[in-house]
């Protein structure tokens, strides 16, 4: 669980520096329609972040379709050209390879998010499962202890 914590602290940073890139540097953040998924996103990541951090069970499965999500989200609004109201193609604007660096490092950070997910969960089905001591079948005395 350590690497899908570190995991998710390392895309909430970034996913900070990548608003600050678009607030100061581009001087266009995302507005309107644009403003919609970018802020189900964040929500997304810290929801992970947290779930992560108290050790949830479904920590993997949620960090896994929101690293997923965002790498794919990413990729769809900044490197793509125009498509709708939620592009921001960096091909359309003129961005520095600073703000191309923040946007690509985002996009990794969240496919390393889902691997370490995969990881996870993997470890977690490995693990043989254990019930809590009340729930525990009754064990069985030896007859040679009666």
Known sequence: MRRLLAANVILAVLLG???????????AGPTGVAAGPALLDAIAILGSLVLTARHSSHAPLVALVVGAGTAL???AVHMTPHWS???DSYF??????LSWANMLTNVA??????LAAVQARAAAAARPATLPEKMQPPRKVPSSAR
């Open 17 to 27: 520096l990548h608003v600050a890139d678009h607030g100061l540097r581009q001087h």
């Open 73 to 75: 989200g990413f990729a």
């Open 85 to 87: 109201a939620f592009s």
């Open 92 to 97: 359309d604007r003129p961005v520095d390879a």
């Open 109 to 114: 950070a969240a496919v390393l998010l889902a």
